[in-house]
């Protein structure tokens, strides 16, 4: 029914951690499900064999290092086994409320379609024990309580298989390209919808150690400006307040 792709950093220390709590959030949402990750960094091919998921380590870089979105994209497409897929970051913890969304678009939108959130940030430093009866409670009432709503970032994308394609070499791991993604949704004709209240994706929070110039350098740097000009110099970027649809509980309403 739904490929879930992605790419992870190494699974060391903190980002071990959290890396396996989402991918484990998401082996569980559905029996029908595929997971792709990319890359070769350090135990994620045994991460892949431990949780039956396929991993494919060759991935396109850039000079930097950083990985190309759009062989990232068009591969997952080519390989997928299902016509909806899902691209996440590695951080970022579904619950069952991510696939009655899903079911309530594959069902009611009857075009090609994109669904977003926003994300919550929460601080989780332990392993989540999925195996605990009202694991998603806990986690939500953490997030909602105590973590905080990012109005910006886009961290997940499930769309139509074909609809991403023809994407320039934006970088993974930089801004702009989230938002070069909406636009490209936005501008084929398909259904953008914002799923921030039916969807609680909870980011797990991290540091920004890997940049010497911390977070702000992450967003500023030379391969985030590398991004920008892809996108038509910021021509091309869309983002929450431009979707078509917005998903509450089991309706649709339009944006318009």
């Not at 949402?29 to 380590?57: M, Q, S």
């Not at 379609?113 to 989540?128: V, Y």
């Not at 400006?225 to 110099?233: D, G, S, T, V, Y």
């Amino acid at each position: 029914m739904l490929t879930f792709f992605t790419t992870a950093k190494p699974f060391e220390a903190h980002s071990a951690i959290i890396q396996r709590n989402a991918l484990k959030s998401w082996r569980l949402l559905h029996e029908d499900l595929e997971v792709i990750v990319f890359g070769d960094e350090e135990g994620t091919a045994e991460v892949c064999a431990e949780f039956g998921f396929r991993h494919e380590p060759h991935v396109e870089r850039h000079e930097s290092g950083m990985k190309y979105i759009n062989y990232i994209f068009e591969r997952a497409q080519g390989i997928a086994r299902y016509d909806y897929l899902c691209y996440s970051n590695c951080d970022i913890v579904f619950t069952s409320d991510f696939w009655r969304a899903f079911e309530k678009v594959r069902v009611r939108i009857q075009r090609p379609s994109l669904l977003i959130g926003k994300r919550w940030d929460a601080d989780i430093t332990e392993e989540i024990c999925f195996s605990r009866l009202g694991w998603e409670v806990e986690l939500k009432t953490l997030a909602f309580e105590k973590g905080r709503q990012r109005q910006f970032e886009i961290d997940y994308f499930l769309f139509t298989k074909g609809l991403l394609r023809n994407i320039p070499p934006l970088l993974n791991g930089r801004i702009y390209w989230d938002y070069w993604l909406v636009w490209k949704a936005g501008s084929s004709g398909a259904a953008v919808i914002d799923g921030s209240c039916a969807v609680p994706a909870v980011h797990q929070n991290h540091g920004y150690g890997y940049h010497p110039g911390g977070q702000t350098g992450v967003f500023e740097d030379e391969l985030s400006l590398w991004n920008l000009e892809l996108a038509a110099k910021g021509k091309h970027l869309r983002t929450f307040e431009d979707a078509t649809h917005e998903q509450r509980g089991a309706a649709f309403e339009s944006a318009a």
